[in-house]
T-cell receptor
Framework: KQEVTQIPAALSVPEGENLVLNCSFT??????LQWFRQDPGKGLTSLLL?????REQTSGRLNASLDKSSGRSTLYIAASQPGDSATYLC??????????????FGQGTILTVHP | SQTIHQWPATLVQPVGSPLSLECTVE??????LYWYRQAAGRGLQLLFY??????ISSEVPQNLSASRPQDRQFILSSKKLLLSDSGFYLC????????????FGPGTRLTVT
């Protein structure tokens, strides 16, 4: 059974810092890995999607890497801003036709960026 | 572009009352559809998924049921709510015709009193 772990559970940083959020998964047979952002009381916003054949994806100040063999992904946020404060969730999609696109989520990292 | 809608946004219901939450997707055909629940302070739990009209798979035995009467409509129901059904319910879709990513709706906050 796939298990996803995110470290740290919470992170508080001053504005302007570069930071790294970690995600690990137990089964390397994944189809893709997705990073989401969730603001309080809101749905999930997809940030980055990394296919199993890719090593990294970038969007603006965000960069996500994937090391499938070691079961790890990192989300790098450059020059953090107070508006980045949210919960960040990592999710993996298992490979195989019978997975039907189901995702396994980590518990999330609560990020607070203070001015 | 694709859009996913959920309603209602918030709901307060007494124990024992029925429930119907609706989710619709626009701008795509034959999506996979999913219902998740997010309890306070906990991660997302997949409740149901559907790969086509009338095709529902349950991930967790519970007091809830799901139906997919149309290609882009997904409904979550209960005949009698329990206190433990309180939570944040999220609908999502994915399509292999696109990038295989999953996209979420705005959610419904359900409080059972």
């Amino acid at each position: 059974k796939q298990e996803v772990t995110q470290i740290p559970a919470a992170l508080s940083v001053p504005e302007g810092e570069n930071l790294v959020l970690n995600c690990s998964f137990t089964d390397s047979a994944i189809y893709n890995l997705q990073w989401f952002r969730q603001d309080p009381g809101k749905g999930l916003t997809s940030l980055l999607l990394i296919q199993s054949s890719q090593r990294e994806q970038t969007s603006g100040r965000l960069n996500a890497s994937l090391d499938k063999s070691s079961g790890r992904s990192t989300l790098y946020i450059a020059a953090s801003q107070p508006g980045d404060s949210a919960t960040y969730l990592c999710a993996v999609r298992i490979a195989g036709g019978t997975s039907y696109g189901k995702l396994t989520f980590g518990q999330g990292t609560i990020l607070t960026v203070h001015p | 572009s694709q859009t996913i809608h959920q309603w209602p946004a918030t709901l307060v219901q007494p124990v024992g009352s029925p429930l119907s939450l609706e989710c619709t997707v626009e701008g795509t055909s034959n999506p996979n559809l999913y219902w998740y629940r997010q309890a306070a302070g906990r991660g997302l739990q997949l409740l149901f998924y559907s790969v086509g009209i009338g095709q529902i798979s349950s991930e967790v035995p519970q007091n809830l049921s799901a139906s997919r009467p149309q290609d882009r409509q997904f409904i979550l129901s209960s005949k009698k709510l329990l206190l433990s059904d309180s939570g944040f319910y999220l609908c999502a879709w994915s399509s292999m015709d696109r990038d295989g990513a999953q996209y979420f709706g705005p959610g419904t906050r359900l409080t059972v009193t």
